[in-house]
């Protein structure tokens, strides 16, 4: 069984502004990999803060089914570095996993410095779970960064709101907020039985305030 679900392609349209869902990546048994927009009228807010497409596949009503692999790899870490095991560890990601794309997709985020996309992918909640997120919403809260360290394990709080029904608020230690679990791995949290998941610090980058904080999310 997969461990998770359909992978989003996300964007936002820089550093502080809300990261938006604009595509969608499928796979199954007997039609492969295919790639896909969202129907244009769920895409309005993206455009109107600047989004066109991701240049490969600039058909906005087509659905991709070849090549999608192909494309989207150019976005992951070259296995010929020689620091492939530490970022494989970072991640956590077993060795097994290392020359599928997918996979390393949904668990690395496919995150490159040139541009402002992301792959967020919809976890299932299983015994195993365990996977890597970064909290949204530093740049709005500005938590001083003496809150946290690494390893502390933080508290988080499902909500539906007007803006956005898979909310998960996330505080440290002594409740205060830090930001918000990212849009897509949110929806974990609001799943049958996600009163056993729990939250961890994994990384953080800070500076007087906390820059980024990564996560791990597991059971």
Do not use: C
């Not at 996309?117 to 996977?131: G, I, Q």
């Not at 939250?199 to 007087?208: E, I, Q, R, S, T």
């Amino acid at each position: 069984m997969s461990k998770f679900g359909h992978i989003f392609l996300t964007w936002r349209s820089g550093i502080g502004k809300a990261r938006q869902i604009v595509g969608v990546i499928k796979s199954n048994a007997s039609n492969g990999v295919s790639f896909s927009y969202l129907p244009e009228e769920e895409l309005k807010d993206a455009q109107n803060d600047g989004f066109t497409s991701y240049t490969e596949f600039p058909d906005l009503k087509k659905t991709y089914t070849t090549n999608v692999l192909e494309v989207f790899k150019q976005r992951l870490f070259k296995s010929e570095r020689s620091d492939y095991k530490d970022f494989l560890s970072f991640w956590g990601i077993d060795e097994k996993h290392k020359d599928d794309t997918l996979y390393l997709l949904a668990h690395t985020h496919g995150i490159i410095p040139t541009d402002n996309f992301e792959f967020l992918a919809d976890f299932h909640l299983t015994k195993d779970l365990k996977f890597v997120s970064e909290i949204a919403g530093l740049s709005y809260f500005k938590p001083k960064s003496s809150l946290v360290g690494i390893n502390d394990e933080l508290i988080w709080e499902a909500k539906e709101t007007s803006e956005d029904k898979f909310q998960v608020d996330v505080f440290s230690k002594d409740g205060t907020q830090l930001g918000w679990i990212k849009k897509v791995h949110s929806k974990i949290f609001h799943k049958k039985g996600a009163n056993s998941l729990k939250v961890k610090v994994k990384a953080l980058d800070k500076n007087g305030v906390l820059k980024r904080v990564f996560i791990q999310i597991y059971v």
